[in-house]
């Protein structure tokens, strides 16, 4: 006799399972829709997010802000930033050759965190990263140029606050 009750009671809590699983797939079907239509319809991307490092220009001095000191090319952990400069007339070092392989990069952000000059910048603008040559993927400078719009020119500092800041 208890097996014939067990038996049932699986049933029972078979059809339960059932009805809440219904319940579940019914309160989604009158939700609205999320759906776009790629690629006429793209979603905004957050500000923060990590979709392509660029090397940022400075449009007035006419030259990129990197002064060639290594310190992107050291953070990176899977060593795909080649880096070359050399020192001008004037005592500073400029970079000539800035190379990236994104076939290799993570997106990790140690070399945006380690440049101390703000020459690296992630640009939320691009979503698309996906080639057809894999060799592609390795960008020089010149392709990696991004002139910073004014709306994102950091802001100068106040003297009071530099001069507190120095003094601290």
């Known amino acids: 006799m208890g097996a014939i009750l067990s038996y049932f009671k699986n049933i029972l809590a078979g059809f339960w399972n059932l009805v809440l699983g219904l319940s579940v797939t019914t309160k989604y079907l009158f939700k609205k829709t999320n759906t776009q239509q790629y690629p006429e319809e793209r979603m905004p991307l957050p500000a ?62 140690y070399c945006v965190e380690a440049c101390g000059f703000d020459a690296l910048t992630f640009v939320s603008e691009e979503y698309e990263n996906s080639v057809y040559k894999r060799g592609s993927l390795l960008q020089d400078e010149q392709a990696m140029k991004w002139v910073r719009p004014p709306h994102l020119a950091p802001k100068p500092e106040e003297p009071a606050a530099a001069a507190a800041g120095a003094q601290a």
Do not use: H, W
């Open 48 to 109: 923060r997010s990590r979709s392509m490092i660029k090397l940022i220009y400075d449009g007035e001095k006419d030259q990129f802000n990197c002064v060639a000191c290594m310190m992107c090319a050291k953070a990176c952990p899977n060593s795909c930033i080649k880096l070359e400069g050399v020192r001008g007339p004037d005592g500073k070092r400029r970079m000539t050759t800035f190379k990236l392989d994104f076939s290799t990069c993570i997106f990790c952000g």
